[in-house]
């Protein structure tokens, strides 16, 4: 699915550098509310936010924790409990579902990923918020691809964007000026990036030369930093049809794709598969390999500085001297020569919530100006909030934030319906039997094929 329309409407940030529970309860409170309310409107409480705390999601730790005193400051006799989940990415959705079963324990507001609010809408875990947005004075400085991140099937807004992200290619310069790159860098296809690792494999021992992240344990990183940046790179590689409304099968470019991670990992260009299958392993990169000089490249996002700033899990003065980044090439080098995709979080109202003007007193704030901005230069994220854009601050927050934002333009989505994420597990099973040899590709392409057709249904497949 070639979806990059979605950031028109943020062209100007590109060159500047981004079922809901339908209780009574929650639609009343919102028409009533019309926005954010004065703190004497709104009946006090508490209210629960469940996120992220893993590597470099400590961040947001950091952020919501100061959200905590400014909603307290000016909501006397309310309290913020904040929810921190130690886990990683699949874990963390795993835990979050099971807290959403049950209204004792759901979260009033949640750290939702992009790619899962259509599934847990229809699941009925999130609440609509367009009654409390279309009065909210800050809505219009989101940019339009913002708006559309938490927007589900019936056309409400279920989510609200805490920024977006870019993936490319970092690489370690001084490593490879070893084999004869220097200077700026732009691999023109994919064998050119393969002849590059292998050229480091048979020069660095001990430096891994390509890493691209594979299999179950690392989830959706898999598939966005790793198989979906080699598909939709390829000429009309897709995993779904857009205009026939069909999930693509029997495809040549998804056998392609997975024939490059068989190749990285059968013919040691990337880490062993026991690294990659560690979920704990982009930490582990970004703590270990990138500041010791043991990563050649890597297939990641913009947000890696996030580990290295001053504030990051591992401070990292030299970075930006020491690596490189580039866009990764299109299969064959065709136009525009490069791919990325683009994901992003949002804030979610879960659809249990007692106090939803609340739960929304708390959302603006942390989705206000201030803290948009501290996120987008903390967790170096692609800003998506128009008066953002042009600050300083955000341009001058790190070195790559300009190129990482620049790709914009050549960027693609994941399909965004409700059947993505099951369709994301058959793909990152498809990667790990291709990886660790157990089957070939065109087994594991059927395998993949089947399990589409299984989810899905004959009907809503187009032979690719």
């Known amino acids: 699915m070639r979806r990059r329309d979605l950031f028109k409407a943020s062209a100007g940030l590109a060159a500047l550098g981004v079922a809901g529970c339908g209780s009574s309860n929650n639609s009343t409170a919102a028409s009533s509310s019309g926005g954010v309310a004065s703190p004497s409107s709104v009946t006090p409480g508490t209210i629960k936010v469940a996120y992220q705390k893993f590597g470099n999601f400590t961040q947001m730790d950091t952020m919501f924790t100061n959200v905590k005193q400014d909603f307290e400051a000016k909501f006397a006799g309310s309290t913020l409990e904040l929810i921190p989940i130690q886990a990683a990415e699949n874990d963390y959705y795993t835990k979050l579902a099971l807290m959403n079963r049950s209204a004792s324990t759901a979260p009033d507001l949640m750290y939702e990923d992009t790619f899962m609010v259509r599934s847990d809408v229809a699941a009925g875990y999130l609440a609509p918020l367009d009654s409390y947005l279309n009065g909210w004075s800050d809505w219009p400085q989101f940019v339009a691809a913002a708006k559309d991140a938490g927007k589900a099937d019936d056309g409400k807004i279920y989510g609200v964007s805490l920024g977006t992200d870019t993936r490319g290619l970092w690489y370690n310069k001084d490593l490879l000026a070893n084999v004869g790159i220097t200077g700026d860098w732009q691999p023109k296809d994919w064998n050119e990036l393969l002849s590059v690792a292998k050229d480091v494999k048979a020069k660095l021992p001990g430096v891994i030369p390509l890493n691209i992240y594979s299999g179950k344990p690392n989830g959706e990183a898999s598939v966005m930093q790793g198989f979906e940046m080699l598909l939709y790179g390829c000429p009309n590689g897709t995993l779904y049809n857009t205009d026939q409304a069909k999930w693509v099968v029997g495809s040549q470019h998804f056998k392609d794709s997975l024939d490059f991670i068989r190749t990285v990992y059968t013919q040691g260009l990337g880490p062993t598969p026991q690294q990659a299958l560690d979920s704990n392993w982009g930490n582990v990169l970004a703590s270990q390999y990138w500041p010791k000089n043991k990563i050649a490249m890597a297939i990641d996002g913009s947000w890696m500085p996030g580990n290295w700033l001053p504030k990051g899990t591992t401070p990292w003065a030299e970075w930006d001297k020491v690596l490189g980044w580039t866009g990764m090439p299109t299969q064959q080098g065709q136009a525009p020569g490069r791919n990325a995709m683009s994901g992003g979080w949002t804030l979610a109202t879960g659809a249990n919530c007692k106090n939803p003007d609340l739960a929304f007193q708390v959302m603006s704030i942390a989705l206000s100006k201030k803290y948009a901005l501290w996120n987008y230069?903390?967790?170096?994220?692609?800003?998506?909030?128009?008066?953002?854009?042009?600050?300083?601050?955000?341009?001058?927050?790190?070195?790559?934030?300009?190129?990482?934002?620049?790709?914009?333009?050549?960027?693609?989505?994941?399909?965004?319906?409700?059947?993505?994420?099951?369709?994301?597990?058959?793909?990152?099973?498809?990667?790990?039997?291709?990886?660790?040899?157990?089957?070939?590709?065109?087994?594991?392409?059927?395998?993949?094929?089947?399990?589409?057709?299984?989810?899905?249904?004959?009907?809503?497949?187009?032979?690719?």
């Open 377 to 464: 230069i903390n967790n170096s994220q692609i800003a998506v909030r128009k008066d953002c854009t042009s600050d300083p601050s955000y341009l001058q927050s790190n070195a790559s934030v300009k190129f990482f934002t620049d790709l914009v333009a050549d960027t693609h989505f994941r399909p965004a319906t409700a059947d993505y994420p099951n369709i994301s597990n058959a793909i990152q099973v498809a990667m790990e039997a291709v990886m660790t040899g157990q089957q070939n590709v065109d087994t594991a392409a059927a395998a993949y094929d089947k399990a589409v057709v299984q989810q899905v249904g004959q009907q809503k497949t187009v032979q690719g």
